[in-house]
Nanobody, 124 residues
Framework: QVQLVESGGQLVHTGGSLTLSCAASGPAFSSSVMGWFRQAPGKEREVVATISWNNNVTFYVDAVKGRFTISRDNAKNMVWLQMNSLKLEDTAVYYC?????????????????WGQGTQVTVST
């Protein structure tokens, strides 16, 4: 049984930094694409960043390129999202997700497992 638990979300001022963590349990973590998605109030869920099982391939949505960094440690079953230069529009619930068996996945339907989400609020 796969379980994903996010943590690290909080209130932060614009321009600030935050690191989200995702602790994964269950099989296939080290062979899965891991992704971070977010959903802002009144908006659809969108992909933020993804990372391949071997750390070789990453994807970032244009809105976060140069500001966010996704990383993982397969020995620890952990994924992180380092967020810098946060903007008001980064406010959302952030979800960690796992796509077993993929080398590359940026669509939410490709992800089989989801965490419960962690709230990130950016204010002035």
């Amino acid at each position: 049984q796969v379980q994903l638990v996010e943590s690290g979300g909080q209130l932060v001022h614009t321009g600030g930094s935050l690191t989200l963590s995702c602790a994964a349990s269950g099989p296939a973590f080290s062979s899965s694409v891991m992704g971070w998605f977010r959903q802002a109030p009144g908006k659809e869920r969108e992909v933020v960043a993804t990372i391949s099982w071997n750390n070789n391939v990453t994807f970032y949505v244009d809105a976060v390129k140069g500001r966010f960094t996704i990383s993982r440690d397969n020995a620890k079953n952990m994924v992180w999202l380092q967020m810098n230069s946060l903007k008001l529009e980064d406010t959302a619930v952030y979800y960690c997700a796992q796509a077993p068996g993929y080398m590359y996945a940026i669509l939410d339907y490709e992800y089989d497992y989801w965490g419960q989400g962690t709230q990130v609020t950016v204010s002035t």
